[in-house]
Each structure stands twice: as C-alpha cells, then as structure tokens.
C-alpha cells in the first residue's frame, strides 16, 4: 500500500488537505471518529476546537488510525483562537419554552449538525453540537434563537491545550483587528516555537492586503511555516457548489499580493473546489503558470459527507463496525484525492 507524505511534504507539494471540525465544535465522539476517518483517507491536518476535551478525543482517533495502519504518516493536530468575536467562536441558544406551539419549526430543519431538537425530554441546542453558523438565526419564526460567543480566556487555554502535543495553531482575525491581535499574539507567542505550522485566517474586506502585511511585520521571524487560510464563505460548503465562488476569488486574491507563506483555501469548500482551481491552473501540477494553492481546508461539507454514517454509531468507536468504516473512509478519500490528485482532475476535465 501506498502512503501520502508528510503533512510538511504535502504543503509544500501542493496538496495539503486539512480537515476543519470547528472551533465551537465539541461534540466528542464525533470528533474522534472524524479525525480517525480523515487520517485513514490521507488528510494533513486535523483543526478542532481549544478545548482539552476536544483535543484529547482527537488524539484518541490519531491514536486508532496508527494503530490500524502503523506505516501512515500522522496528520497534524491544529486548534485554532480568535482575537475577537467571530461567527466560529460561538454558539446559538433559545429557550425552548418561548416557542409559539404552532411553529413549524424551521431552525431544526435547517440546523446542518442537528443541534437543534424538540422533544418529550429536552428542546433546545445541544451544545457540543452546535458550531456557530447562523442558519438558524433568520430562519426562527419569533427570533428568540440568540448566539453568545465562546469567552473562554487565551491566557488559560494556551497551557492546556499547546502544551498536549498539539502540532498547529490558527489564529482567525479579521480586517482592522490589529490591536487586538496584537493582544493574541502576546499571548501565543510564548508557544510558536513547538509548533510545526502557524496558520492565520482571515476572511475578505476593504484593506485586506495592507492588514495582511500587518500581520507578517508583526510575526515575523517565524520558526516554523506559514499559511494564509483565505475564509472565503465561512461555514458554507454544505449549501451548495456556488458556495465555493468566494473561496476561490479570495485565494486568488491573496495569491496574487505574494505573501511569503502558503495559501489555502477555506470558507465555502466542498467537492467542486479542486476541480475549480485545476481548471484555474491554480493547483500545483496542472499549470507552469503560477503560483499556486497549496491546499484546501474543508469544514462543513467534509463532516456532512459522512455525518449521516457516524450518527447511527452513537457513541461507539468507528473501527468497532469495519464495514461502516469502510464506507466513511471511501466517502472522505473520495474528497482528499481531488487535492491530492491533481492530474486527474485535469484528465477529467479535458478528456
């Protein structure tokens, strides 16, 4: 058998593909079953959320990958903070009991995580499954549903969570923020230097590239190296293929400014973004023109690719049923290989 690269060789090669199970997102056994299916399908990265509990049921899918194919290389593990209030740092809420009996109940068909439940025992959100997106929020007939942000402090979490044997770190900012940023970085700066990769998200907005610049001045040296992940569409690449529009033209965008670092795309991805940015000559291998992404991120679309399969599991480890996690596995590697096999995507597109 044939394994992929290093996390660090996939990047520079091109072909990083990092799976993003979100920053809100607490649900465990979820979490550990992603990063199991994910690693067995050859991604790089593994982003969760900056909680120990979270990171921990990560390590434990690290660990089942490794031992069910010793010789793969292991991706890297990622948490990711924020240096103010941001759509993936929160969760949505409402008390259950001010719904009108005779509501129809939109939020819950809209819910792409299925945090949002009505039932003899509990209504409301189920809090670890809720990552923050929204979609709720203009959809609630009475708009009760509110979101409060994530306030747990940096200067707490950073000990507990770099110092677990994480590998990377995403700091998520946006446009105008550098103060607080400043602020952020004061407070992880201490940690860069155990990490294999620092990553900085950061979504469109009048003076982007100025800020970006910012940004580099003020990390500058780095120990280890650096992506720009462009957030074009945050959240969205489960809506449907247009969704990856805003990915696209934002990495191009931050391609275009050469930036010292890599850029990948995220915000939007779903199955069609390799596909578009071969088509672009923008991937590594189906163009001499250049630059190039190096990768990808997938984040909604990749969980609801094989949500339908772990729900049923519960709370049971993946490996536990082989023939449900054959067909997890085929389903991820199936969105893998479109960064990972570029070539193909162009035969596919000219043949």
Not at 71 to 92: C, I, T, Y
Not at 201 to 219: N, P, T, V
Not at 252 to 259: D, E, F
Request: net charge neutral; charged share 15%.
């Amino acid at each position: 058998m044939t394994y992929p690269d290093s996390p660090l060789n996939s990047l520079q090669a091109g072909r990083w593909f990092k799976l993003i199970c979100g920053a809100s997102y607490q649900h465990l056994p979820a979490v550990r079953n992603l990063a199991l299916a994910y690693t067995l399908a050859g991604a790089d990265c593994i982003d969760v959320a900056p909680d120990p509990a979270v990171v921990a049921s990560a390590q434990a899918g690290l660990r089942a990958a490794a031992v069910l194919q010793p010789d793969r290389p292991q991706p890297w593990l990622m948490v990711s903070f924020n240096d103010g209030e941001d759509p993936h740092f929160r969760k949505a809420s409402f008390d259950s009991h001010a719904c009108p009996p005779e509501c129809p109940q939109p939020c819950a068909r809209a819910c792409p995580a299925e945090a949002i439940v009505f039932g003899p025992q509990f209504s409301g959100v189920v809090d670890p499954r809720c990552y923050g997106c929204g979609r709720c929020l203009p959809l609630c007939p009475p708009q009760i549903i509110t979101t409060r942000p994530l306030g747990s402090s940096v200067a707490d979490l950073a000990p507990l969570v770099l110092g677990a044997g994480v590998d990377a770190l995403e700091l998520h900012t946006q446009v105008g923020h550098q103060e607080s940023f400043r602020r952020l970085w004061a407070q992880v700066q201490p940690w860069v230097g155990r990490l294999q990769l620092l990553a900085i998200s950061c979504g469109d907005g009048e003076g982007l590239l100025d800020y970006l610049h910012f940004l580099l001045e003020l990390i500058t040296p780095l120990p280890c190296p650096l992506v720009w992940q462009t957030d074009g569409r945050p959240m969205s690449g489960d809506l449907g293929v247009g969704a990856t529009r805003a990915a696209l033209r934002l990495g191009q965008k931050v391609l275009a400014a050469g930036l010292p670092g890599y850029v990948q795309l995220a915000g939007g991805t779903n199955d069609q973004t390799a596909l578009r940015l071969a088509a672009l000559g923008l991937l590594k291998g189906t163009s001499q023109r250049g630059p190039w992404v190096a990768g990808i991120g997938y984040g909604s679309y990749a969980r609801a690719l094989v949500n339908p399969l772990l729900d049923g599991l519960g709370s049971e480890p993946l490996e536990v049923r082989p023939q449900t996690m054959t067909r997890v596995v085929d389903l991820a590697r199936s969105l893998v290989q479109g960064i990972k096999n570029p070539e193909a995507l162009t035969g596919a597109m000219t043949g």
